[in-house]
């Protein structure tokens, strides 16, 4: 390009050294290793990105760092400006560059050339809002986050976090996260073919491959993957065959330098009855894990929500007050959050009148007034066992007969609902058991309801009873 240009690249790689050596190597590959100079005038340097998500953080991160640089270098004042080109349109893409490294002088791409790229077809098995623009990033979920769009920026680079697992409790943004590099890839790299599936689905399909004499089909399928991604892994406890089948591909695509990336409610050490070998490929890459979001987070996550909504519905209006309201009183995840809000909203649709304070109040009074209002655990006990006709010490016992353990399931699960108790506080309180007991009981009776259309009303009876129970003192 003209002078001017090479002139400001000289400052721009300047400024590169400088934040290289400033920054955690990583952290300067994430961000910095795909980002190229575009053009520049006399006020401003324009860079080239591969997202809005990705401009927005560096935005947010560095520009204010790469100013004060430039200006260092300078002695003026040079606006940083960004231009989102996704990664096909770049040169020099990873297809003719296995390794996937681009360290050389960066990629040239003028403002006019950047044409807008052909949309694919939307992936069959992904939600379509489960992006990163959607994702809200706190400290409870960046490393989570970062590792996670670090991935889909170079699905072909296989790094050391091939697989990235990420693990945590329910409605903490898991299956999010896993869509949005799947959305990602599947949306930026056309030629790339990304498998999105459940734990359960992966079983089911291969249960049937069996029956169906189709397990030839079946490998095909997860072996032609170029990215292969499985929400909820911890399901595969106790499923020897299906453990089996996965091992194997996992070594496939693995030895093919194909990502994966797992989801799983608990750490690896944690999944239970799975084979040594299995849980070493699911340890061998970068576990992260999220954590529930902060004040700050839940009330960022809140905004997105409603301005999201504010595209289908632009007179929705929710005040701050009522964001606050929510977000100090639903801390334990990002579902119920939603929830409430959803709740909120439904409620003043229908009476036909603005969110207040008034409105959110009251429908969020029994929406977590039965978790926080003191529900005992021996009121729970007391009610459950009553209900079955046991002598409420056995759901504490020892007994593991079916009369027993399955009203000892429903009782921690509902315990789990109308509690602030964690998983171990309840195991302790139904006989010391543990926690993992715990979330298997909640599992078990989770499965049960999906089956069995009479639970749900059985558990929802309970519930009254305890309610009425707990609030007679
Ligand atoms: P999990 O799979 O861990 O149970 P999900 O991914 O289904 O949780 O998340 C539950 C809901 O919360 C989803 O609607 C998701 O969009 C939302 N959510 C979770 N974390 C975030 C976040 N950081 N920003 C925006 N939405 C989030
Ligand atoms: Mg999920």
Redesign the pocket.
Known sequence: MDNENSYYRVFWDEVLNQLRDQLPPQEYELWFGRVSLVSSDESSITVAVPSQFFRDQVKQRYADRIESLLYDLIGRRIVLAFQIVTPDELPNETAENPSGRNDRTPPEVRADEAKPKPQRAPHPELNQS?TFE???IGTN?SLAANAAVSISRNPRRVSGYNPLLIY?G???????LIQSIGNEIHNNFHDMNVTYVTMETFMNEFIHSIQNKKQHSFKTKYRMSDVLLIDDIHIIQKKPETQEELFHTFNALYDSNRQMVFTCDRPVSEIREITDRLRNRFSRGLNVDLQPPSYETRFA?VK?KIENRQVANPNLSVPDKVIEHICQNIRTN??DL?AALTKIIAYSELVNREVTMEIAQSQLRDFFSPATAAVHVDVIQRIVADYFSLPTHELRGKKRTKAISYPRQLAMYITRELTELSTTEVGQEFGGRDHTTVMHACQRIESRMRTDPTLEPTVQHLNRRIREASSNG
């Open positions: 489960y959607n994702f809200v979920n945590g329910v409605g903490l943004g898991k299956t999010h996550i997105k990002v579902r939603e």
